[in-house]
């Protein structure tokens, strides 16, 4: 969840991909080696959280890398890419390359929102990636300072 706190007059925007319409356009072959995949994520070293958090989030957790959403049962690609540690079976750097280049081969125009930024706008997404040429400040919410919000649900399964 972010909240637009200063947005510069050019630039700063947020894209955001549907993960759900990148699964369904692999092909058959790439899904399914994607359902035989998991990750091994964890917090980053310089997100702002809290010390119970630390202790709670702070072990790397294994996710498949689809899973299933619990209410409407579609199937999103499902990673971050800077928090997975590797993918199971294979080393950090191995994972980073295979990461990027699923990424590279999936994000198109057509499964991405543009979202430009005024001030006071709320955007609540999972994950992101931002186009900042110029200074903006986004937070959780309006607090004097940025932190790490954890939001708990269901743990990622594939069914």
């Known amino acids: 969840m972010l909240y637009g706190m200063e947005i510069p ?7 955001v991909a549907s993960m759900r319409a990148a699964y369904a356009a692999l092909p058959a ?8 995949l998991t990750t091994f994520n964890g917090l980053d070293d310089h997100v702002d959280a809290r010390p119970e958090d630390r202790v709670k989030y702070g072990a790397p957790i294994e996710h498949p ?13 499902y990673f971050h890419i800077t928090k997975a540690a590797h993918i199971s079976g294979m080393t950090p750097e191995s994972s980073k390359a295979y990461m990027q280049d699923l990424l590279d ?3 198109r125009p057509e499964i991405v929102y543009q979202h ?14 931002d186009d900042a040429p110029r200074p903006r400040q986004l937070r959780p919410e309006p607090e004097p300072r940025p ?12 069914v």
Do not use: N, Q
């Open 9 to 15: 007059s050019a630039g700063g925007g947020t894209s």
């Open 29 to 36: 072959e790439k899904r399914r080696r994607l359902e035989s």
């Open 105 to 107: 081969r999936m994000i």
């Open 65 to 77: 890398m689809v899973r299933t959403h619990p209410v409407h049962g579609s199937k999103p690609v």
């Open 147 to 158: 932190v790490a919000i954890i939001v708990e649900g269901d743990r990622p399964r594939l």
């Open 116 to 129: 430009a930024w005024r001030k006071g706008d709320v955007l609540i997404i999972d994950k992101s990636r």
